[in-house]
């Protein structure tokens, strides 16, 4: 073999064994979850799915659920709102500090969640909006806005102005031409922000366990707690099927939108 | 005209950052310097205690010097690691290289709790690295590997190894492969031409990539939460408990906002040096 050859032979083996060392965590949790024991062992002793059934079949579980999804597509069609808007104007018209307000709008992304999420803790007991619904909502919106702004940015700027342009030459008003032109041209940006957002909000635990009320429970901080008073395979199962939809999202997310060119 | 439609179109995203982030980040401020007493409560008054003893207890210093730790192990391994998946992934013309970048993000996306807990099942007493090692007669008794440095280290490895590698991809793609080929057709080794062309090229990726896996190392509270327990601490369990365990609120601010400064200080620096080193190429 050539010097070449075996470099190139190592650089694989080395690539598909770091490939190994990432899949590891979501091999082992998904084969746990069909064990027949009320421990955690792994590989599977027996073959059930009663821990998939105990999960779909506790109220707790399924309200965090709905309440997680809730959640995040209320703050995904915020974001996308704001995010949207800002994108367009730090791209198409000239504002002043223009620099300064896109660094402060990604601030989020560098901020520690815990910081975020302790000091919106005061804040919101301070003007007495703790445990609302929507505080916990516009806490999420702070956190996913700079996902949809960076991938509606970076859309924005792989068009032509000139089309917008040309639409309104030919009499369409402002929004209008916004509406049928740039806003179908950036589409993939939009989906691509929408499904980071998406995530984003439906996994966090940092921000969202200093806020949530009572009544008020997402299933990444249900499963958190879950853990910490002991681990079982119902927590495995539930995990199991988040793998799945995250799998699943993500070949979707590639075929419809080329999801590779966002991250 | 446009100038104020700009502002419009800026404003709802402008409002929402200042009132639901800058304001409350910055009232914490005046909440660190008041003196906390237990079974009373936040009193008025000043004091710089809880600033202070950051910098002169040994507790809190031990926590703040693991924190950093392992910062700077996670950033070191992940680059060590990673490095060799990008320039693979950068460099390949393999058909499957788009599904395979995906593979990458895949875990990035997973739920970060449940990624977590797959480490809990691989680490404990009788969790599948034990079983592994046992079975292989590596050792006799099980490794202790979770509530402490190793296990952390490795599970925060493997939850940031992701953003490494996706950061470092696009400055290695961006490297001219003809500058490579320069340097060997003059003589160079392989291994001296990756150590002086390539790799001080893809500097920018590195130093970028560096930054923010440190950054979000030293806050990550989940994977240290879950897997560190309540004894083994770094600075975001200890504010997490200084808030909803002490109620000492003060402190808890005192200690978020030396975080935050921390994480501050690295991203400007990391600005100037971009800038510097940007300068040079």
Redo the contacts between chains.
């Keep these: 073999m050539t010097a070449a050859g075996l470099r190139g032979w190592l650089l694989r083996a080395w690539v598909t064994l770091v490939f190994g060392f990432l899949m590891l965590p979501v091999v082992v949790i998904a084969l746990a979850s069909f064990s027949r024991t009320s421990y955690l062992t792994v590989p599977p002793k027996g073959l059930t799915l009663r821990w998939f059934g105990a999960v779909l079949g506790d109220p707790e579980y399924v309200h965090a659920i709905g309440f997680s999804v809730i959640l995040a597509l209320v703050a995904t069609l915020g974001s996308l709102t704001a995010g949207v808007a800002a994108s367009y104007a730090l791209i198409r018209r000239r504002v002043p500090g223009g620099a300064a307000i896109s660094a402060l709008l990604n601030a989020p992304l560098i901020f520690p969640g815990v910081v975020v999420g302790v000091a919106l803790l005061q804040f919101y007991a301070l003007v007495h909006v703790n445990g609302t619904l929507g505080s916990l909502v516009l806490a999420h919106m702070v956190i996913t806005v700079p996902y949809v702004v960076r991938a509606v940015m970076a859309s924005l700027q792989g068009i032509d102005p000139e089309l917008e342009h040309a639409a309104r030459v030919l009499g369409a008003s402002g929004p209008v031409a916004f509406f049928t032109v740039t806003l179908p041209l950036i589409r993939p940006g939009i989906a691509a922000g929408a499904l980071f957002s998406f995530i984003v909000s439906f996994d966090n635990v940092p921000v969202s366990i200093f806020l949530l009320g009572a009544g008020q429970m997402t299933l990444p901080v249900k499963i958190f707690t879950a853990i910490e008073y002991g681990v079982d395979p119902s927590i495995a199962a539930i995990s199991t099927m988040l793998i799945v939809l995250t799998g699943l999202g993500l070949a979707a997310a590639e075929r419809w939108i080329g999801f590779h060119r966002f991250v | 005209m446009?100038?104020g439609?700009?502002?419009a179109?800026?404003l709802?995203?402008?409002v929402?950052?200042l009132v639901?982030?800058?304001?409350?980040?910055a009232?914490?401020v005046p909440?660190s310097v008041r003196p906390y007493v237990p079974m009373v409560g936040i009193t008025s008054g000043f004091t710089v205690r809880y600033y202070t003893r950051l910098v002169t207890d040994s507790y809190y210093l031990e926590i703040i010097g693991r924190t950093l730790a392992l910062g700077s192990t996670v950033t070191l391994a992940t680059l060590v690691?990673?490095y060799?998946?990008a320039?693979?992934l950068a460099r390949t013309r393999s058909r499957w290289r788009?599904?395979?970048?995906?593979?990458?993000?895949?875990?990035l996306?997973?739920?970060?709790?449940?990624?977590?807990?797959?480490?809990?099942?691989?680490l404990?007493q009788n969790g599948?690295v034990n079983q592994a090692l046992q079975a292989l007669g590596v050792i006799q008794e099980p490794l202790k590997l979770l509530f402490n440095f190793t296990g952390l280290l490795i599970a925060l490895i493997?939850i940031f190894?992701?953003f490494m590698v996706?950061v470092l991809i696009g400055p290695i793609q961006n490297i001219p492969r003809d500058v490579e080929d320069a340097a060997r057709v003059l003589g160079a080794s392989?291994l001296s031409a990756f150590l002086r062309v390539t790799l001080p090229l893809s500097a920018p990726g590195i130093l970028s990539g560096s930054i923010?896996v440190f950054?979000l190392t030293?806050?990550a509270?989940?994977t240290p939460?879950?897997l560190g327990g309540p004894t083994y601490q770094v600075m975001?369990t200890l504010?997490?408990d200084e808030?909803?365990q002490r109620l000492n609120?003060p402190a808890?601010?005192a200690e978020?906002l030396l975080?935050?400064a921390m994480?501050l200080a690295l991203?400007f620096l990391s600005g100037i040096l971009a800038r510097r080193t940007g300068a040079r190429a």
């Design positions: 446009i100038r439609r700009g502002w179109l800026l709802p995203a402008l929402l950052l639901v982030f800058l304001v409350p980040v009232l914490m909440t690691i990673g060799p998946v320039f693979f788009n599904w395979l970048t995906l593979l990458v993000v895949f875990p996306l997973l739920n970060l709790v449940v990624r977590t807990f797959g480490w809990i099942a691989l404990a599948l493997h190894l992701p996706l392989w923010l950054v030293i806050s509270l989940v939460r879950l975001s504010i997490y808030f909803l609120w808890g601010s978020a975080l935050t994480v991203v």
